[in-house]
């Protein structure tokens, strides 16, 4: 097959295509007389499960499976599959539980008279983050810090926090313009707004399934390149 009807079969360019097979993610093909790459339908069942896997799980993970079923290591390539599925599962229960703390907790950062606040040390302990990941986000603007008048340490409100459990369900999600997105909508959440952090939580759940059944699709194709390889009985 030539490399311009596969490149239109799955809407993609031919440069695309050359770039897969310099990165290893498909078999090197054969050579015409005159220099054209010979695809087969192996080369295409290739392509197609590539562009099926990398909207759930991500060009990195993609790559480093396809190189493992070329190498017929299936037990290797199966690992990273359920690697990635098990963190958009925890991800998922994360979402959920946002979802209803949010419905019965008051985003008030206010404690009668007395702000609450917490050190960055704390949330991270609260929300199993690396403190690296919080500077980030504040970094990016994404949340906000103020200053500790005594010691000038970070110091972080109640919303921030809400913010941060809300961003952590999406950290691992792979790059799209849903994603940025959410993102924005969380760094623009009005603390005082519960109904609108409480929209936020069940978007993000909802992107979170989403993203799931683009997984389904890509283990679909994965399974089916998997039987033409007759690497499953």
């Given at each position: ?176 313009l849903d994603l940025i997105g959410l993102k924005q909508a969380i760094a623009e959440m ?44």
């Amino acid at each position: 097959m030539r490399p311009i009807d596969i490149a239109n079969q799955l809407n993609i360019s031919t440069s695309t295509l050359r770039n897969y097979e310099t990165k290893g993610l498909v078999p090197i093909p054969a050579r015409s007389s005159n220099g054209y790459r010979l695809y087969t339908e192996e080369h295409v069942t290739y392509f197609t499960c590539i562009q099926a896997m990398e909207p759930g799980f991500g060009m990195d993970a993609t790559s480093e499976i396809l190189r493992n079923i070329q190498c017929k290591e299936m037990d290797s390539a199966l690992r990273i599959v359920n690697e990635v599925q098990a963190n958009l599962h925890r991800d998922t229960l994360l979402a959920e539980s946002n979802i209803q703390i949010f419905e019965t907790e008051h985003l008030n950062i206010l404690d009668s008279h007395e702000m609450i606040w917490m050190t960055i040390g704390e949330v991270a302990e609260e929300t199993s983050l690396p403190r690296s990941t919080i500077r980030h986000w504040e970094k990016v603007g994404l949340i906000l810090s103020s200053r500790d008048p005594q010691n000038d340490y970070r110091r972080y409100n109640r919303s921030q926090l809400h913010k941060i459990m809300l961003l952590r369900t999406l950290r691992p999600a792979v790059y799209s313009l849903d994603l940025i997105g959410l993102k924005q909508a969380i760094a623009e959440m009005d603390p005082y707004d519960v109904e609108h952090a409480k929209r936020i939580a069940h978007q993000s759940l909802k992107f979170l399934y989403k993203v799931k059944q683009e997984q389904l699709r890509g283990v679909h194709n994965l399974y089916k390149l998997c039987r033409l390889l007759n690497l499953m009985d």
